[in-house]
């Protein structure tokens, strides 16, 4: 099977620091994968590149086997790719409902019907068929991350890259948060960018473990937890204890 995404050689420094070097990661259609790594490892400055936000120095990204490296990020998202929690923006003073119809149209045009129709499954799916009235504003800080999740489904995306979609949620939206990614997984391939280990064990097919700029290990999560190199990297920071 040819990996749905795919860097080759991936590279991007600042003033001499090398944020990423070098990086080969190839990603499998229907996985959930679990990108980790120390503060300062390089996830945010890697999936920028994946997304189109940041340019690479050197290095491809390939998604369905197409090079995508010099697309711009709208672009990337018209082929499949969403990235929660940067490119769909929430506007606070629409419903939830509005919201996610925004998301929807750009995927189903006018059509009302379907837009409707994908509203209230999106809403559904992340727990939120209740709140749809609601101003995004006056949401709980866990449901609007919810809903950055819906308006990312709305889009039918084939690859779906979650950014630290747990911080700042309580144990039971957590608990609904895996329920959900449990739910989409087969559906589409899943990046999981998440510092709380016990998610990660949890949901992750397998993690790839980014060091200072590098690919430091990759693995199953039984191997990663075992792994020397990942535990001495993670040695006495907050991580190791999750
Ligand atoms: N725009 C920038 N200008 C200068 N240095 C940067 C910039 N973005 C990132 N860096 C540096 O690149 C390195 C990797 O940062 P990055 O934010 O990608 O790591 P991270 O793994 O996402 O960290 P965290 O878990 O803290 O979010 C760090 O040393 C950081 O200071």
């Given at each position: 099977m040819s990996p749905i995404l795919e860097t080759r050689g991936l590279s991007r420094s600042f003033h001499g620091l090398r944020?990423?070097?070098d990086v080969d990661f190839a990603l499998e259609a229907g996985e959930i994968r679990a990108l980790i790594g120390p503060n300062g490892a390089g996830k945010t400055t890697f999936v920028s590149m994946l997304i189109g936000r940041l340019a690479a120095d050197a290095g491809q990204v390939i998604f369905e086997g197409r090079?995508?490296?010099?697309?711009?990020d709208h672009r990337r998202v018209a082929l499949g790719m969403a990235y929660?929690?940067?490119?769909?923006?929430?506007?606070?003073?629409?419903t939830a409902a509005e919201n996610v119809a925004l998301a929807a149209r750009r995927r189903l045009g006018g059509d009302r019907a379907a837009v409707a129709r994908e509203v209230a499954t999106a809403l559904e799916r992340t727990g939120l068929a209740g709140q749809g009235e609601v101003a995004a504003e006056d949401l709980s800080y866990g449901h609007q991350r919810l809903l950055e999740i819906a308006m990312g489904l709305a889009q039918h995306p084939r690859l779906l890259i979650l950014d630290?979609?747990?911080?700042?949620?309580?144990e039971t939206e957590i608990a609904a948060f895996k329920a959900l990614v449990r739910d989409l997984a087969g559906q589409t391939t899943i990046l999981l960018i998440e510092h709380n280990m016990a998610v990660v064990m949890e949901l992750a097919h397998r993690i790839t473990v980014l060091n200072f700029g590098e690919v430091l290990a990759e693995g199953t999560p039984a191997a990663i937890r075992a792994d020397r190199a990942v535990q001495e990297a993670y040695l006495g920071t907050e991580a190791a204890h999750g």
């Open positions: 944020a990423v070097h090079d995508i490296t010099a697309l711009p929660t929690f940067q490119i769909t923006s929430v506007f606070s003073r629409l630290e979609p747990t911080q700042g949620l309580a």
